[in-house]
């Protein structure tokens, strides 16, 4: 079988941890495909061949682009490619072959206000509703994805399956004290810390954490609240609200933050919170859970399905609810030490491994071919 894989996303802080984890496994499980990398020309070196027979080249489009359109129908017939993955959700309108395509949510659609073009919303709506009929098979993370896919896009449920994936492993616990102290005081971090990583986007709920930490501060709790990640305007805004909210000595905005150093500040920190109205999956959680950090998390959407019983639970609409959740597992060494193990139990749940199982069974399964009945599709 001949597979391609479009990873012109490759460099996305998120969906590009996803793809590199998951096609570096398949090709260590199968090797004797040949296996397609469309991947941008700076970054063709990405991933790990693994002894696999690949062959790389420079995607030129760009995505979301017409020109899009046109050059990958072109790479396939011209490779001979028997079956392509797109690990995101976009897919060409013309098909050479069969298809698989990740939809990791439809959260632009279930939260347009997120997405300020209309002009974007408007692409989204149209390539993700087109992407899901086209498709020959839908991957996507999470049961709540899958429910929301079938909800929103009105495709068969039958044609989607739930492959988890899993965590990077770059993400584990840093024990050395001379690196965290190194980091914390490049960024201004002086005592202990409740952790959030996240882009900006209003389904994040930053706004709702600030206030959170307001009535934890007001309960009691000494801490500081770091906000990992690229705020670009919302900064401007959160930083007014913790003024408003008299808190602002107490925040400390990272900006991007490279894995290496995420990993570290993840380690270094004494809970970590997630107070999102909406996720896919909520990759973050499992993160915090693999470097050893016990979690509170919101109870909305996909989150419940991941963290399991080894997280905090809270309304992440109601300020002093989760507030209260931050201080209880702040404050207590004995819940702390309960859920950091819970964690680690947790993350038995997701592996590679097993999500390049499924994965190569749902492309055996596009091409009509038998599946091991072994692997089983949620």
Known sequence: ???????????????????????????????????????????????????????????????????????????????????????????????????????????????????????????????????????????????????????????????????????????????????????????GIDREYILYAGIYKGRKNHAGLLRAFQHFLARGGEAQLVIAGPMNEGEHQLQHLADELRIADHIVFTGFITDSDLGTLYSAARVYACPSLYEGFGFTVLEAMACGVPVVCSDAASLPEVAGDAAVYANPKNSEAFAEALYQIFTNDDLRQEMIERGWRNLQRFSWRQAAARSLAAYSDALGNAIDPAIAFT
């Not at 028997?82 to 309108?93: A, Q, Y």
Request: aromatic share 6%.
């Open 1 to 187: 079988m001949k597979i391609a894989f479009d990873l012109r996303r490759i460099g996305n802080p998120g969906i590009g941890r996803y793809m590199k984890c998951l096609v570096e496994e398949i090709l260590q499980q199968e090797p004797g495909h040949d296996c397609l990398l469309i991947l941008p020309a700076d970054a063709l070196d990405t991933i790990r061949s693994n002894g696999a027979n690949v062959t790389r080249i420079p995607g030129e489009s760009r995505y979301y682009s017409i020109r899009e359109q046109v050059e990958l129908p072109r790479i396939l017939r011209e490779h001979k490619v028997d079956l392509l993955h797109s690990p995101h959700f976009l897919l060409p309108l013309s098909r050479p072959c069969p298809t698989v395509v990740t939809i990791h949510d439809v959260v632009y659609i279930a939260y347009a206000q997120d997405m300020q073009s209309r002009l974007g919303r408007l692409y989204y709506s149209v390539m993700m509703h087109a992407s899901s009929r086209l498709a020959t098979r839908i991957i996507t993370d999470s049961i709540f994805s899958k429910n929301e896919i079938v909800r929103l896009l009105g495709v068969d449920p039958g044609t989607v399956s739930v492959i988890y994936p899993a965590v990077d492993t770059a993400f584990r616990p840093v024990p050395d004290s001379s690196e965290r102290e190194a980091l914390l005081s490049e960024y």
